[in-house]
């Protein structure tokens, strides 16, 4: 088993940042990927950022240029760095870690974003 921690959501104003922190409980070997997804109320959820194994990075287009994923191997910890925010990015962020062997998906308890306009 493995425990998902987040912290660092809050109320910012438009134009401002946050960082989320997602620290597991224990090292796992054998992952594929960690990533950050995202729900707003009524809406599906959604992926935000996402890292492999091998530290390759990934983002849809609605963030792309404004977040960046990034992780501490020594800390078990993968972090968003959230910048120039819009209020449409307001939702409940979720940690997620994506095991390989065997293959599981740990999700976080989540942390809530709210932009200001």
């Known amino acids: 088993q493995v425990q998902l921690v987040e912290s660092g959501g809050g109320l910012v104003q438009a134009g401002g940042s946050l960082r989320l922190s997602c620290a597991a409980s224990?090292?796992?070997?054998?992952?594929?990927?960690m990533g950050w997804y995202r729900q707003a109320p009524g809406k599906q959820r959604e992926l935000v950022a996402r890292?492999?194994?091998?530290?390759?990075?990934n983002y849809p287009d609605s963030v792309k240029g404004r977040f960046t994923i990034s992780r501490d191997n020594a800390k078990n910890t993968v972090y968003l760095q959230m910048n120039s925010l819009k209020p449409e990015d307001t939702a409940v962020y979720y940690c997620?870690?994506?095991?390989?062997?065997?293959?599981?998906?740990?999700w976080g308890q989540g942390t809530q974003v709210t932009v200001s306009s």
């Open positions: 997620n870690l994506d095991v390989r062997l065997p293959p599981y998906d740990y």
């Open positions: 224990r090292r796992v070997v054998s992952f594929n990927a």
């Open positions: 890292i492999t194994s091998g530290g390759a990075a």
